[in-house]
């Protein structure tokens, strides 16, 4: 499938912004990329797609590499002190440079102390392009992007390292503006006025937006364009979604099976013993995109369907004793392994959900979705909290981090309880070694103890009627908020503006049809014209959340797209993982 949304916009701002525009015709040229760089390059684009526009090699500037002193190389590289010395270091040696030229490309843009340096340096003889294509964030799904910068967490959260937060802050607000400035939009400015830090961060991204607004003024002067928002909001203003036990696909695998870097494994039934499969989850398997979003209870029932469809439309009949038994099929079919194996890793994967939702999940599940939304499937206010919780806390079976997630949802539920409560807890569950995790939950502004942090009011919810499934009735907070802000009904006071969008619908100058640009061709990022909304949580996003932003792009019809990024995606366990360390300095 051809990369769709942000992920296509980046894609061809790297292939048309780079590297086709140093491209000359039969000249092969080397690839150079740092960490940075190399992380956002492979999220947008195939190495076959590099490959075709005359690049031979792609290398890792932090590597010892051979010398190539008859070829240019290009240098997609991020602005820090390592790659930048990486860089005049290639062009030290006398009498042969590593290369024979260099057209250098940042990232973002890149402080004057470095910027010196290079100056200075032998380099400078041989730069024939010096750039900055403000890309400084990994598109990580067509409407998700992330900055990568899991450790961020720590330093917003723990007193350990809160004299660094003045210097990340400023680093992720440029990085915001730069997500700005690649989809063409400049945003109001808005943030959830109960935290300080997104009041400085928002003050911050507006800035820096202005910067890049004079660079470019054409930024955000599409039609429509004036309603663009961009909302910053913190973790601990939903501390529920990242606990709950999610049963859609997506967040409920990266919650029970080890998928890493986006990467699942599992086994295949061969010919004597098995074989372990890799098969990375994205956005070109478009079978994984159909289910994603989808409950579990739906996913095996939707694969079957379409796994069915897909054997009747090349005229091969299956009935319902086969159809679970791919092998059966791929023997008749062997020319359409590909297709075929994608319906086995999905059935796969939802069969691997289900075992451990079977074993150990479920029985929390109720539990979990009574107490977050404080009331029981007849809609009924809980009475007795402490009966639900107790058989759960005292069950040897149930592990610790289970545990964690069911006691800080009671927390949750009470709005805090008192220190001897939260003693007796601990001990029942017999947590004591990880109980330094709900303590620090109230680093986020959360009161674990009652009336530690004052005023603490939770959100209000609107109410929702839709059929959903008993074990999923909890909807992400920042779905209403989403919702309020596209109608225009977000409280002014609660989510205050940095700025209002200065932009009138009628500010972008007349272009004439004859005598203008219809001939050029549209680029990604134009061809979304209406308003978008764009999110940022400090602090990581969850599944669900990232479900919710396309669920209600979905429900506008496409009149607006929304946006969700963040340092990084959470699942619980590294939340809790993270939540772990704030009380200890950072190693």
């Known amino acids: 499938m051809a990369p769709s949304g942000l992920k296509a916009v980046v894609g061809e701002k790297i292939l048309s912004g780079v590297i086709k525009s140093v491209k000359k015709d039969g000249e092969w040229k080397v690839l150079i990329v740092d960490h940075t760089s190399m992380r956002i390059l492979s999220s947008c684009c195939k190495m076959s797609d590099i490959m075709a526009e005359g690049i031979t090699i792609v290398e890792d500037i932090t590597k010892r590499r051979e010398p190539i002193p008859s070829l240019e190389a290009i240098y997609l590289i991020s602005p820090t002190e390592k790659s930048v010395r990486a860089l005049i270091n290639d062009f030290r040696e006398v009498p042969t440079f590593t290369y024979k030229a260099a057209h250098v490309f940042f990232t973002d843009s890149c402080p004057d102390a470095l910027f010196a340096e290079v100056g200075r340096s032998k380099v400078t003889k041989v730069i024939k392009t010096l750039k900055e294509i403000n890309v400084a964030f990994i598109p990580y799904e067509s409407q998700v992007y992330s900055l990568d910068a899991p450790e961020t967490f720590h330093c917003f959260f723990s007193s350990h390292r809160s004299s660094e937060k003045g210097k990340i802050m400023e680093i992720l607000a440029e ?156 023997k008749k079919m062997p020319q359409y392994q590909k297709e075929l194996s994608k319906y086995s890793t999905h059935l796969h994967l939802a069969e691997d959900c289900m075992k451990v939702f079977k074993a150990t999940v479920e029985k929390l599940c109720a539990v979990e979705q009574d107490l977050a939304m404080g009331t029981d499937v007849e809609g009924e206010k809980i009475k007795d909290p402490m009966k639900l919780i107790v058989p759960v806390l005292l069950d040897s079976a149930v592990s610790p981090y289970n545990k964690i997630r069911i006691i800080l949802l009671y927390i949750y539920y009470m709005n805090g309880i008192k220190e001897e409560s939260l003693s007796k807890l601990i001990q029942h569950a017999n947590i004591q070694n990880d109980s330094n995790i709900i ?133 619980p366990d590294s939340f809790l993982d993270d939540l772990k360390k704030l009380d200890q300095p950072l190693q």
């Open 175 to 330: 990085q915001i503006a730069t997500l700005c400035a690649t989809v063409k939009e400049y945003p109001a400015v808005r943030y959830r006025k109960a935290s300080e830090d997104t009041c400085t961060l928002a003050q911050l991204v507006h800035e820096k937006l202005i910067a890049h607004k004079a660079d470019n003024p054409r930024m955000g002067e599409e039609p429509d364009k004036a309603r663009s928002q961009l909302l910053i909001v913190d973790r601990g203003y939903d501390p529920v979604s990242p606990i709950l036990h999610e049963l859609t696909l997506q967040a409920m695998a990266y919650d029970l099976v080890n998928i890493e870097q986006d990467i699942y494994r599992y086994e295949t039934p061969g010919i004597g013993d098995s074989k372990e499969k890799e098969v990375l989850l994205d956005e070109d398997d478009d079978l994984w995109m159909q289910l994603r979003h989808m409950h579990i209870a739906d996913v095996t029932k939707k694969v079957t369907e379409l796994l069915k469809n897909f054997c009747e439309s090349k005229r091969m009949t299956t009935d319902k004793a086969n159809i679970k038994d791919l092998s059966q099929i791929l």
């Open 439 to 571: 303590k620090n939950l109230q680093n986020l502004g959360f009161p674990v103890i009652h009336g530690s942090l004052g005023g603490y009011s939770k959100p209000e919810r609107k109410a929702r009627v839709q059929e959903t499934y008993q074990l999923s009735r909890w909807t992400p907070i920042l779905k209403d908020v989403i919702e309020d802000a596209i109608e225009d009904k977000l409280d002014r006071k609660l989510w205050p503006f940095i700025s209002e969008n200065v932009t009138t619908i009628n500010a972008a100058p007349a272009v004439s049809a004859r005598f203008g640009n219809w001939h050029k061709p549209k680029t990604a990022a134009e061809y979304r014209t209406g308003p978008r909304l764009i999110l940022f949580i400090i602090g990581g996003m969850t599944f669900s959340e990232v479900r919710c932003s396309y669920e209600v792009t979905k429900a506008t019809d496409g009149k607006w797209e929304v946006l969700i990024g963040s340092s990084h995606v959470i699942t």
